[in-house]
């Protein structure tokens, strides 16, 4: 029983993304769709025919965090509009979703996205209060040459690239293969043809994404999927300057994938691999791989064939069971391999999940006292791998700039670059602040000047090559880069 919206607000929409990169896409990917359909997007949900929240039902504060928006959307929302709920949070709970957030108008699932625009037709239509509901459980795949909708999400001189969804894992404490269902990946000639697209519009650095990466194209039929991807994409987009591997996981890392990653300057020596724990028994228990000396191995021979490497990873701690011996373990791969950015967790109970099952689940005193004693070694590993770089020159791409503070954060005055080397990925690593005015969405070399414990500090090394060449200099703190 829609009231009549007024011309103003017909066709406008509002959409709020919360959770991860791949969400993000999908997000980006509704938005395609709707301007196909003739809406246009506003920011100010007071002026919206349909708001719609692109929700994560990951772990319970994710899950809490897209609850809150909802309810937030519902207290203003008027009755000519809509309200809807997608993604992942949708996905898992479906009806329960609605009960939870009363006032909810439609709930679609992450697998079918693409039907955005036919949901909100049924809800101009309906002539009932209650929600509508489309929460199919296949997974439709669509790249540029289904519907002419980018699987990616731009975020200025970088963007997301999906190249696949859901996940054939069975680790226990996760949620996603349930919201996802098992692994699906997308033709490679139909991100192939992104990535063209994405250099074409100028884009400097794409990330490639998935649940698991290295599981690109098993379901294809493919052998080191991951690889010929890598390969094909860089013989067809040779201006992108850099590829990223994102969510790799343990134990196919191949050779096949090292060598493909050493032989292309173009894909950077960086690895984001989630290893969850150093300990076999926990990673026993956790359903995953658990051969705790092919980490040592594979970061090993990386090395070798990368030697500036920068490798990401991510780690549960209080897992159930989890014993101090276990947790020491841990420790003690992080002292052995130096992981150059590490994120961390405290276990999160996962009603469904199996390991919300098991025994022995560990208090939030001794999660809390584990996760800190973790952070602080490893920032002191990060402060150090960073203080290793003084006097280096590492490739940054400018993001914006500001004005520096010093130590005691005052205002100096002097204009700052905020931008990123190889080793940082957007919005989870560190970063590397330039002195000077640097446009944005360049890279530019920068001789790294000092060190704390997660971000860089640099200056532009005019010494460099390209610089050099470049040869032209004027003003202060400006470089005139369409000379580069
Ligand atoms: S690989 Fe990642 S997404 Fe897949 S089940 Fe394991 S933790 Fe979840």
Known sequence: ????????????????????????????????????????????PESAEVLIVNTCGFINSAKEESITALRELVEIKRADQMLIAAGCLSQRYGEILAQEVPGLDGVIGTRRWMDIFDLISRLRERKHPQPLYHLPTDAKMVGLDEKGVLRASVQGAYAYLKIADGCRRPCAFCAIPRIKGTAVSRPLESIVGEAVRLQDTGVKEVMLI??????????????????????????????????????????????RLMETMARHKQVLPYLDMPLQHGHRETLKRMRRPAKVEWVYETIGKLRELMPDLAVRTTFIVGYPGETEEEFEALLTM???????????????????TPSAALPNHVDDAIKLDRYERLMELQQGISLKKNQALVGKTLDILVEGHGLGEDEDGL????????????????????????????????IVPARVTG???????????????????AGRIYGEGMIDLKSL
């Open 451 to 469: 060190a704390t414990t997660y971000d860089l500090l640099a200056t532009v090394d005019l010494k460099s090559p390209s610089i050099v060449e």
């Open 411 to 442: 205002n100096t005055g002097a204009v700052i670059s905020l931008g990123r080397s190889y080793r940082d990925a957007p919005e989870i690593d560190g970063y590397v602040l330039v002195e000077g005015e640097l446009p944005a969405g360049e």
């Open 210 to 255: 998935a649940q698991d990466s290295t599981d690109y194209g098993y379901d294809l039929g493919m052998k080191d999927g991951l690889a010929q991807l890598l390969d094909a994409i860089v013989e067809a987009a040779p201006e992108i300057p850099w590829l990223r591997i994102m969510y790799a996981y343990p134990g196919y890392v191949t050779p």
């Open 1 to 44: 029983m829609q009231l009549p919206v007024s011309q103003l607000q017909r066709n406008k929409y509002f959409l709020l993304s919360l959770g991860c990169s791949k969400n993000s896409v999908d997000s980006e990917s509704i938005a395609q769709i709707l301007h196909q359909r003739g809406m246009s997007g506003t920011g100010d």
């Open 334 to 352: 992080l002292r052995d391999l130096e992981f150059d950015r590490v994120g961390a967790f405290q276990y999160s109970y996962e009603l469904g």
